[in-house]
């Protein structure tokens, strides 16, 4: 599975510890920046994950800001994303079993290293349910394609 990964720089020393916690379970990263701490937009980082996620050259994509919030909005703007911000294992799990989201969004202001990783592991680990959420992320689906 191949990840594609991303921070400003609120999120860039958290992306670090994401980036070397997956290639340490053997995924493939792509670590698409920023890699210090000068001020830098999280939109352009946002959309550099979705668009990875979008056309399948990653399987799915998570990005780091300051609150997960922005970058979130970011990367849910990218046809065929759907971007959710995660703070706790419960989150990213159900993000993934009921909203299929292919990317997740934490915040470094919120969410220490060790729940971002519990986070990552929890969504890693599930698996989208379908069955009446399937028709939910259909709608979803839709409007991005209005």
């Known amino acids: 599975m191949t990840i594609a990964l991303a921070a400003d720089h609120a999120g860039w020393e958290l992306k670090d510890r994401l980036a070397q916690h997956l290639r340490g379970s053997g995924y493939e990263v792509v670590d698409l920046g920023t890699n210090g701490p000068e001020s830098v937009d999280y939109p352009d980082f946002g959309e550099a994950v979705a668009k990875l996620?979008?056309?399948?050259?990653a399987d799915i994509g998570v990005a780091v800001c300051g609150s997960g919030i922005g970058i979130a909005m970011a990367a849910g703007k990218v046809a065929g994303?759907?971007?959710?911000?995660?703070?706790?294992?419960?989150?990213?799990?159900?993000?993934?079993?009921?909203?299929?989201a292919n990317v997740i969004c934490l915040g470094a202001r919120l969410v220490d290293a060790g729940g971002a990783l519990a986070a990552l592991d929890a969504y890693l680990a599930a698996a989208f349910e379908g069955g009446r959420h399937q028709r939910r992320v259909d709608k979803i689906d839709a409007l991005g394609r209005r």
């Open 53 to 57: 996620v979008a056309n399948r050259t």
């Open 81 to 100: 994303v759907r971007a959710a911000t995660v703070h706790d294992e419960t989150s990213a799990r159900l993000a993934r079993e009921h909203n299929d």
